[in-house]
């Protein structure tokens, strides 16, 4: 049995977790001085949900494979961002470990979800992505 609705697809839920947990970091007082950063790092986790749910309702492959081509981009937009917000010090280190665990982690499942797609239609699966690289000073 297949999945009939874009919020039983688990890539989806573990973008939803993403964006609340990216919400709660940026009402920090030092996101909440740069509206610019806030609003860009919020609209690209949403970006992410989004587009695999509007990718699923369009009921058609190859529309959903290139919606997940355009999540998955927004997820490495939020993991970028997210360098930037450590480098300024608006996220401590272990905020930015967590986000960008879950970030990477969102990448993949979405990855996974498009190489499934991509079967589906007969396109050739893009090569796995590297993991992300150490994010260590």
Not at 14 to 29: I, N, Q, S
Request: charged share 25%; hydrophobic share 40%.
């Amino acid at each position: 049995m297949g999945v009939s609705r874009f919020e039983d697809l688990t890539a989806w839920q573990k973008a939803r977790d993403l964006v609340r947990e990216v919400y709660t970091a940026t009402r920090g007082p030092n996101f909440q001085r740069d509206f610019g950063m806030c609003s860009q790092i919020q609209r690209a986790a949403v970006s992410i949900m989004s587009n695999v749910a509007e990718g699923f309702e369009r009921n058609r492959p190859k529309e959903f494979h290139q919606a997940l081509s355009t999540a998955k981009a927004s997820c490495a937009e939020v993991r970028s961002l997210l360098y930037v917000a450590l480098d300024v010090a608006y996220v401590e280190q272990n905020r930015f470990d967590r986000l960008m665990d879950q970030a990477v982690q969102v990448g993949r499942l979405i990855g996974g979800l498009r190489s499934a797609v991509s079967r589906r239609i007969g396109k050739p699966a893009l090569p796995p992505q590297h993991s992300a690289p150490s994010t260590q000073h």
